[in-house]
């Protein structure tokens, strides 16, 4: 598969993306914030970084770049499409996720081995791995705290939305111990660590990121 990746100003993990996608076994596509192009790929990848220097809230400006009006309305249409962190942050700032990102209850950036045990691998992104499969995996931001009003907590949980939870310790607060979620529809899936990062020896984390790459060719789901 064709995967896009987008680089807004400030993103900081694309090229590790881009990497991730081509160790998945698909082709990656370098997206521009200014176009209007999605060049025909079959998904996309908001990647991690400081899009617009964090200003505002993180991922506020980045909703408004041209890119995006084409990524929403292709997730409108079933696109898979996965944020990481920053990513993540972009598409509740794009109302494509509910509930909104907060600066980490403790008030300092973290980076961290993760835990996390993923729930729902009924998703594009997700269906290599088992459900209830843990996995470590790098964690690094400074508002990747989840908040969302009680009916959509509870919708959440209800309906099984919940894709990743935070396992041993909550490293920033999120509500539920939430680390990532999904749509109704499971095309579009935000999480806050960084599967990316995970994906081969060389970097000494392991690869327990991987799923996330090689989940679109299961093709379940595409
Ligand atoms: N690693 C990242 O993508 C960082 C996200 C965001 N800029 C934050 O600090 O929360």
């Known amino acids: 598969m064709r995967v896009g990746v987008v680089t807004f100003p400030g993103t900081l993990d694309d090229v590790d993306a881009q990497r991730a996608v081509r160790i998945g076994g698909h082709e990656a596509v370098a997206l521009w914030h200014a176009d209007h192009d999605l060049q025909g790929v079959?998904?996309?990848?908001?990647?991690?970084?400081?899009?617009?220097?964090?200003?505002?809230?993180?991922?506020?400006?980045?909703r408004f770049a041209p890119i995006m009006t084409e990524v929403i309305e292709a997730a409108g249409k079933g696109l898979p499409v996965l944020g990481i962190c920053n990513g993540f942050q972009i598409l509740v700032e794009s109302h494509l996720l509910p509930g909104g990102l907060l600066r980490n209850d403790h008030r300092t950036f973290i980076c961290r081995d993760q835990k996390l045990r993923i729930e729902n691998n009924e998703t594009p992104w997700t269906a290599a791995y088992a459900k209830d499969q843990e996995i470590v995996v790098p964690l690094k931001n400074g508002e990747g705290q989840y908040v969302a009003d009680d009916e959509t907590i509870k919708r959440l949980e209800g309906e099984g939305l919940v894709v990743a939870r935070y396992l041993d310790v909550n490293p920033n607060?999120?509500?539920?111990?939430?680390?990532?979620?999904?749509?109704?529809?499971g095309n579009v899936v935000g999480l806050m660590p960084h599967p990316e990062h995970a994906t081969e020896a060389l970097t000494g984390s392991g690869l327990d990121g991987l799923g996330f790459f090689t989940s679109l060719a299961a093709g379940a789901f595409a």
Do not use: K
């Open 42 to 62: 079959d998904a996309v990848v908001l990647p991690g970084g400081f899009s617009y220097g964090d200003y505002l809230r993180c991922g506020a400006i980045s």
């Open 173 to 185: 607060g999120s509500m539920n111990d939430i680390a990532g979620i999904r749509n109704d529809r």
